[in-house]
């Protein structure tokens, strides 16, 4: 993985080039002290694009807007990782950036005012295998709220994005 080093720390980020909006995708972040001593108060801090949505990272991200690891000391030449799962709405084509920071911090606090490295990587967005539109009462909004007693009426629209035909496709409710 292409890595970006400043001085004491090397961040590099495995990440896929593609991926389809709406499908779960894995960001592994490497942190590496490059010191000749032990870092310490080590601190990844993450910045997201628009469209995207953490489902999870290990280890747990230590703030409520789940952007920022703090990952305690660091010995020299070993590694940290840190892995997060989500999910990047977007068009076909389009391309977003996520911004990775390594610091060291004060104490206990989750914030540092020195960058020991940083990364920024790119993900371009494909359009999906299936396309699914799910309508209640003709929209297809995500939150639909429903008159009291009246009767909701469902539909499902499926497409296949795909240059070939899939076999025996299936469709869950």
């Known amino acids: 993985f292409p890595s970006h080093d400043i001085g004491t ?4 980020i495995g990440r896929p080039e593609v991926v389809s909006s709406g499908e779960e995708f894995v960001l592994t972040a490497n942190i590496v002290a ?12 993450s910045e997201y ?5 953490l489902n999870s990272s290990n ?29 990047l709405l977007g068009e076909d084509e389009e ?4 911004r990775f920071f390594v610091g060291a911090g004060e104490g206990e606090e989750q914030t540092f005012e020195t960058t ?7 993900i371009a967005i494909d359009r999906p295998t299936i396309d699914l539109i799910v ?5 297809s909004s995500v939150e639909y709220i429903a008159p009291s007693g009246k009767q ?5 629209s499926i497409k296949n994005n795909l240059t070939e035909n899939l076999t025996n496709p299936r469709v869950e409710l």
């Open 9 to 12: 720390g090397t961040i590099s």
């Open 34 to 45: 490059n010191s000749e001593g032990v870092l310490e108060n080590v601190i990844l801090r």
């Open 49 to 53: 694009p628009y469209g995207f949505s």
């Open 59 to 87: 280890p747990v991200s230590t703030d409520k807007e789940r952007r920022v690891w703090v990952l305690g000391n660091l010995e020299p030449g070993l590694k940290k990782t840190v892995t997060i799962r989500g999910t």
């Open 95 to 98: 391309e977003r950036t996520f």
């Open 116 to 122: 020991l490295a940083s990364q920024a990587i790119s």
């Open 135 to 139: 309508r209640l009462n003709n929209e």
């Open 152 to 156: 909701i009426q469902g539909s499902i």
